[in-house]
């Protein structure tokens, strides 16, 4: 069961203030029958609930396409940066939804904005090796011998090596090169690091997709979109 004012704003009709306005206007309903008080409880799943003629449905959770832009932080609030919840409509807002993983705040690309505790579980975990393809540019010349090194795993100062990683050379200048890279980890800074070990420093970084789920490019930085039917079924979502 769920009150009717949460259920109205987690459905997209608005802020609390402007849903006690259209139940003071007498333009909801549940189940035929108008309603007045916000604190009503209903069904979620099985009531029937109109809100100025329009039917209201609930989704248990919400999945969000964020194409993150740089200069805001992957987290569910700062006090001193902006973030990429912060990106979101109001109406789009709900209780519980917070970033799949963690980009850089100079890092741009596919960030995934959830409520759904156990897909996020599903794709960080350690033990499913979900991979994270990115764009990198590089300061300096990228060669085979980094991407065999990289093949091998780095110990990039943490307890163990990371997992071995696919690189590929897409560009190869003496002052910069542009490449490719999955891992199939999450690790704090994990690219930058990477890089810094065989002596190369990222630029700019970019995180092209998660699992099979691919960054779609009509999105400018700082838009967002639910996920489609076709990448819901790709992550696994009923």
């Not at 789009?92 to 980009?103: A, E, K, Q």
Request: with cysteine; net charge neutral; aromatic share 6%.
């Amino acid at each position: 069961m769920m009150r009717l004012d949460k259920f109205l704003c987690e459905t997209g009709f608005g802020t609390r203030s402007q849903v006690k306005e259209m139940l003071k206007k007498g333009q909801v309903t549940v189940n035929g029958v108008a309603a007045k008080k916000p604190e009503q409880k209903i069904d979620e799943h099985k009531d029937q609930i109109t809100c100025q003629g329009k039917t209201a449905s609930y989704e248990k959770y919400v999945y969000y396409m964020l194409h993150k832009p740089a200069g805001v932080v992957s987290a569910t609030e700062d006090k001193r940066e902006k973030t990429v919840l912060d990106l979101l409509k109001s109406e789009d807002r709900r209780d519980g939804i917070f970033p799949v993983g963690r980009l850089d705040k100079d890092t741009e690309g596919f960030l995934l904005l959830t409520d759904d505790g156990d897909l996020a579980h599903r794709l960080l975990s350690p033990r499913k090796h979900v991979d994270k393809t990115y764009y990198a540019k590089i300061a300096g010349s990228v060669t085979e011998a980094h991407i065999e090194r990289f093949r091998e795993g780095l110990d990039i100062g943490d307890e163990k090596k990371t997992l071995p990683a696919m690189l590929e050379i897409l560009a190869s200048e003496p002052e910069t090169s542009e490449i490719r890279i999955t891992i199939h980890e999450g690790r704090f800074h994990q690219v930058k690091r990477m890089f810094e070990v065989v002596g190369c420093k990222v630029i700019y970084l970019k995180r092209l997709s998660m699992g099979a789920v691919a960054l779609d490019e009509t999105l400018a930085p700082g838009d967002y979109r639910p996920l489609n039917e076709k990448e819901r079924e790709l992550l696994g979502i009923s």
